[in-house]
């Protein structure tokens, strides 16, 4: 910059100070060939109380300039053994000349700020400033981590996940003064223990891969169990002695955690600082500001995702686009709300009812589901299937249905297997709906054309697994009733028989025909 006042003050715009955004930084830095001084007054938020004291003429105009503009001179505020950058040829005296300038409002994110080693040849000492950056991080809506379905195929695993649910069951009960089996038997019951199982096996893998949890193992579990254990016995028996106890141990074992953290988080800062510290002191040889500001750019990055969520914008019914989100949403909604609930009626249909040949009832069909029908259709599912809202995965209804052996060799199933048994009876008897099946979780997926309409868009509801279990014991029954009033011609939907039987045949059909040059339509 000149060392005019007019040609200062012409450097930048009296509009760009006030206009810095409040989350924006302003920094500037140079060689303004002026003495600014010291504080002379306790009114004076330009300079603060370190510095050389000489003052010039171009030192009183740029100070007039950093009023005006609200900014102040941050190598002032930081006391140091000595401020001058420049030697008077002549003299030999140090005079300060250069500064760094931030908002006044800023000064207080900074740390540091005075003259630092010689880096190249000049006959001015540099200048440096340390910052405090701080990161604020937008309100999110916490994602659940998934679950790990396949470690349930460990049997040891899968034992102490149903002991898990039996623990909750067992919790419950007491807690309202029941017990057994006759009580909380709904499949919403059944869906909320296991549930909570999946959560607590979830806590359970997410502390263990924890740097800060791997360090302090040992002492950490051990004060977790002996939490745990006071939890339950508090709520076995809600006494003030038992929740003394519970409370004093919770919150031993939250000091232990909070240590470990803060131990951890001073090595991963420590590692951070000797990163960037060895990043910068690897630039020195960078002249050109493109290559400092690619530095910058790449350290920026570091630890960002590639991969950014973008959402789709559609279009509203009058051709204009959404503006925010909830605008798209609300799109989505009349448009599946109109496919979910289309209903096409039927022509004359006690006509349509009364057509049909009339087949001999089968009594066997209003049975309750027993557990070897309840297990088959279990076991049957294909894993890695989505689960519902509850987030139940087929493989928690293929752990609770695992077949074990005792100590004599006979075979039993847990407790959790026969309580779902329960369940499932119970609703075939009462009819009521569980509440888990009449909410579903709508995925929308794009398919080809203008993703601005939504009719581009194709809707699947994820259903309640349990829902799929009794539907899978009912199609079950169903085919077997078939078998004895079907037709042999169906080859769809049918055991031991598929649609590549009928197009086989049909195909055979065709050549047969066709040898014989006759003309078919299909």
Not at 2 to 16: A, K, M
Not at 213 to 240: V, Y
Not at 485 to 507: N, R
Request: glycine share 6%; charged share 30%.
């Amino acid at each position: 910059m000149s060392s005019t006042y007019v040609q200062r003050h012409s450097s930048i715009p009296n509009s760009h100070t006030r206009t810095i955004p409040n989350k924006d930084t302003l920094i500037l830095a140079g060689d303004f060939n002026a003495s600014l001084g010291v504080k002379n007054s306790d009114d004076c938020k330009v300079l603060g109380r370190f510095g050389n004291r000489h003052v010039n003429d171009a030192g009183r105009e740029l100070y007039s300039f950093l009023a005006i503009h609200g900014l102040c001179s941050l190598t002032s505020f930081f006391q140091k053994s000595s401020h001058g950058t420049w030697m008077h040829p002549a003299t030999k005296r140090m005079y300060q000349l250069d500064y760094f300038f931030t908002c006044q409002r800023d000064k207080l994110i900074f740390s540091n700020a005075g003259r630092g080693p010689l880096g190249v040849r000049s006959d001015h000492r540099p200048v440096a400033c340390k910052m405090k950056f701080m990161i604020s991080k937008k309100k999110t809506i916490a994602k659940k981590k998934p679950f790990d379905r396949d470690s349930l195929k460990d049997p040891k695993e899968s034992i102490s996940f149903n002991a898990s649910i039996q623990n909750y069951v067992e919790i419950i009960h007491s807690k309202l003064g029941m017990n057994g089996l006759d009580i909380g038997d709904g499949i919403d019951s059944n869906n909320e223990a296991t549930q909570w199982a999946i959560d607590e096996r979830r806590k359970k893998i997410e502390r263990s891969n924890k740097s800060w949890w791997k360090k302090n193992e040992a002492i950490l579990n051990k004060a977790l169990c002996s939490r745990n254990q006071a939890h339950c016995k508090w709520l076995l028996s809600p006494t003030d002695f038992n929740r003394t106890i519970y409370k004093n141990l919770a919150a031993s074992f939250q000091k232990i955690v909070d240590k470990a953290k803060r131990e951890e988080k001073l090595g991963v800062e420590k590692t951070v600082n000797e990163f960037f510290e060895k990043k910068v002191k690897g630039a020195t040889h960078l002249i050109s500001a493109k290559d400092w500001w690619t530095l910058v750019k790449s350290i920026k990055s570091i630890g960002k995702s590639k991969f950014v969520e973008v959402q789709m914008k559609l279009k509203n019914p009058d051709g204009t686009w959404c503006k925010t989100d909830i605008e798209t949403a609300e799109q989505f909604a009349k448009h599946f709300h109109k496919v979910f609930n289309t209903v096409r009626p039927i022509e004359d249909w006690d006509k349509t009812l009364d057509s049909i040949e009339q087949r001999v009832t089968n009594v066997n069909l209003d049975a309750p589901p027993t557990l070897e029908e309840i297990r088959s259709a279990v076991m049957r599912m294909a894993d890695g299937k989505a689960a519902g809202d509850n987030e139940v995965a087929p493989e928690c209804f293929k752990s609770i249905f695992q077949e074990r052996t005792d100590e004599n060799g006979e075979r039993y199933y847990d407790d959790a297997a026969h309580r779902l048994v329960c369940s499932f009876q119970n609703f075939w008897a009462k009819k009521k709906l569980p509440e888990d099946w009449v909410t579903v979780v709508l995925k929308i997926l794009p398919k080809k054309g203008d993703l601005t309409n939504p009719n581009n868009y194709r809707g699947i509801c994820l259903i309640d697994i349990s829902y799929k279990i009794l539907a899978s014991v009912i199609a079950d029954r169903l085919l077997d009733h078939m078998k004895v009033v079907g037709l042999d011609q169906q080859t769809g939907f049918t055991k031991e028989k598929g649609c590549q039987h009928g197009q086989a045949a049909l195909m055979a059909m065709l050549r047969k025909r066709s040898e014989h040059n006759k003309d078919t339509w299909v």
